[in-house]
């Protein structure tokens, strides 16, 4: 990354102030939790769906586990009562655009609308902003780091991603997560798909207790994003995991 920045500096005055917006939003881009913390955190992306979302909240209240829900800005708007009990619930609740656009492809103001749209959607309902961005398919471009950054949220990727929206059988969810599982990761799964909501998420329901069982079994506190990044409540988590 320093390389990079030198390069923009020596470009020039655009190329300095363009690297001087972009890098900060570079750095706090997470992918991770901090190295030795036996903590991970459950995140869903694209609900809420009103089949799945609710038997998946269900799991996570009876196993006392928190996660983090990342929803299209036109579902919060569908199913305000999901986003309510999702925050009631003390999970944390992100932004992933209002309509799962290519951020990459798209022009800055429509940029700015999936994600001002969204947040504000959030909002209403919740009383808090967002302030974590998830792009869809992990794939943002400068404008969406930028912009998320300046709207006050840090952009969030993943460190295992089990296919799930694939729809493999729940055992094999399972196993990629588990065998993958590492100190502060963050799992992506998913409680919709973003363009098709007749398409189930059966798989994904069926395999996380069992994903929430194995990983307290491995040592891990399950938290949400927010406790990864701040480091806060974990050990009140632990005492529920133990």
Known sequence: MKAGFQILTNAGGAALDFAQLLVPSLRQTIWRGRAGDASVALTFDDGPHPIYTPQILE??????????????????????????????????IGNHTYGHERLIFTSGERVRSEMVKTSQAIQRITGQKPRFFRPPRGLSGWRALVLASRLGMQTVLWTISPGDWRRPPAGLIVRRVLTKAE??????????????????????????PEIIRGLRELG???VTLT????HRRVNERRAINQ
């Open 227 to 230: 406790e990864l990044v701040t």
């Open 183 to 208: 100190d502060g990761a963050i799992v992506l799964l998913h409680d919709a798909k973003y363009n098709d909501p007749r398409e189930d998420r059966d798989q994904t329901v069926q395999a996380l």
């Open 59 to 92: 799991i996570l209240r009876r196993h006392q586990t928190p996660a983090t829900f990342f929803p299209l800005g036109r579902n919060v708007e569908r199913y305000p009562k999901l986003i309510q009990k999702m925050f009631a619930h003390g999970h944390t």
């Open 220 to 222: 891990y506190c399950l």
